[in-house]
T-cell receptor, first 114, second 107 residues
Framework: DAGVIQSPRHEVTEMGQEVTLRCKPISGHDYLFWYRQTMMRGLELLIYFNNNVPIDDSGMPEDRFSAKMPNASFSTLKIQPSEPRDSAVYFC????????????FGPGTRLTVL | GIQVEQSPPDLILQEGANSTLRCNFSDSVNNLQWFHQNPWGQLINLFYIPSGTKQNGRLSATTVATERYSLLYISSSQTTDSGVYFCAVEPGGKLIFGQGTELSVKP
């Protein structure tokens, strides 16, 4: 299996621009998680989906952030408008049986907002 | 919410040395996982270990759920073991990560 795939790997943008991060989970995994990693806050869960349905979005920092999962093999995390404090590494992870199962992480997207 | 504390925060070892990393958590959990984040940022799952002991090569982990802690043992450390080790617990629905132990193994 190819593992969890994320794109782009690096994104540099200017404040106020829209940013879209993409994730393809491992085939057959029914759960998809979006995380953000910063030096100050560590690794924190933003949102997760089960069978393409958002289950818990309590970690989404504010309305500028939105996530979708239109089908079992694709998810997006969008930030609009972006701000410098959104600079972080964003990880996508997937599992077959939820958070009581081994999570497999993608390589991450390093976002820099100038 | 649940608190996850890892110790030590930093550790420097000479190649070949052994080490023990600790994870304490403040409430009952359904799941506990250990991850290694390598210097390139990739997060790799090491163990899914809500209780008991598991071994994988030079690494082993033990979770004592009733006492709310888990230990990760690294034996005969190698430079490729360098990176940050995270403990993550699942009290209900989602993983909560500790702040990590940064390990540096010197040749």
């Amino acid at each position: 299996d190819a593992g969890v795939i994320q794109s782009p790997r690096h994104e540099v943008t200017e404040m106020g621009q829209e940013v879209t991060l993409r994730c393809k989970p491992i085939s057959g995994h029914d759960y998809l998680f979006w995380y953000r990693q910063t030096m100050m806050r560590g690794l924190e869960l933003l949102i997760y989906f089960n069978n393409n349905v958002p289950i818990d979005d309590s970690g989404m920092p504010e309305d500028r952030f939105s996530a979708k999962m239109p089908n079992a093999s694709f998810s997006t995390l969008k930030i609009q408008p972006s701000e410098p404090r959104d600079s972080a590494v964003y990880f996508c992870a997937s599992t077959k049986d939820g958070s009581t199962d081994t999570q497999y992480f993608g390589p991450g997207t390093r976002l820099t907002v100038l | 919410g649940i608190q996850v504390e890892q110790s030590p925060p930093d550790l420097i070892l000479q190649e070949g040395a052994n080490s023990t990393l600790r994870c304490n958590f403040s409430d009952s959990v359904n799941n506990l996982q250990w991850f290694h984040q390598n210097p390139w940022g990739q997060l790799i799952n090491l163990f899914y270990i809500p209780s008991g002991t598991k071994q994988n090569g030079r690494l082993s982990a033990t979770t004592v759920a009733t006492e709310r802690y888990s230990l990760l043992y690294i034996s005969s450390s190698q430079t490729t073991d360098s990176g940050v080790y995270f403990c993550a617990v699942e009290p209900g629905g989602k993983l909560i990560f500790g702040q990590g132990t940064e390990l540096s193994v010197k040749p």
